[in-house]
């Protein structure tokens, strides 16, 4: 396990909060993005309290200013570990997701039968890469039958990472829910002609979050 130091974590509080969400970003942005901000504002709002954090990478990027690829998954699952355990001194419920990539490291820390005593409640999945965008054929899914807890991914309907009629056919638990976000792309930006904003969106995935947490 690395010894590095861990980055200090980004919190937005909620009032009388009910429970904490450790919230990772995605592959190509940092956790203090346009999308990480409103999502967090949002999710504050229902109650839960979130914490976010930046991969061993993204902060190389944030500290040099150059460019670095994502680190492979089990460097980045080691990261996520050490940052549930540094969530403990919370002292509140301890939910893990993410957006992209963030919540698939999520999903896979939480299905890692090695680890002990875990405080993880469930998994949050903002827009869940289901595989690769034109190559549906490369499902990323094999791990989630090993889930022991239950986990929310709240998908546009546009995703070219997972759309309705792919993922609707994948053979997932039941303890995973899918909620589809009308018109949504993968960073929830909906069409036009929907009436509906991003803002729309991440609010009622946020709403769904809430429900999620507290049911």
Known sequence: M??????????????????????????GAPMD?????????????????????????????RIEGRQFPPDRAPKLIEHF????????????PVWIGGKSMGGRM?????ADSTLQDSPVQGVVALGYPFHPPGKPEKVRTGHLGEL??????????????????EVSGYDLPPSIQVHWMESGDHDLRPLK???????????????????????
């Not at 200090?8 to 995605?26: D, F």
């Not at 409103?38 to 190389?60: C, K, L, N, T």
């Not at 999520?106 to 939480?110: D, G, T």
């Open 106 to 110: 999520a999903s896979m820390l939480a």
């Open 33 to 61: 993005s346009d999308f990480m901000n409103a999502m967090a504002d949002a999710v504050a709002a229902q109650g839960i309290s979130v914490a976010r954090f930046e991969f061993p990478y993204m902060h190389r990027r």
């Open 148 to 165: 022991t807890v239950p986990m929310l991914v709240c998908q546009g309907d546009r995703d070219p990472f997972g759309k309705v009629d």
């Open 2 to 27: 690395s010894d590095a130091p861990l980055p200090e974590l980004l919190i937005t509080s909620a009032k009388n909060p009910r429970a904490v969400l450790l919230l990772a970003h995605g592959a």
């Open 81 to 92: 570990s050490r940052v549930v355990e540094q969530a403990r001194s919370i002292e509140l």
């Open 193 to 215: 002609r929907s009436g509906l904003s991003q803002s729309d969106l991440i609010s009622k995935a946020a709403s769904q979050i809430g429900i999620f947490v507290t049911s």
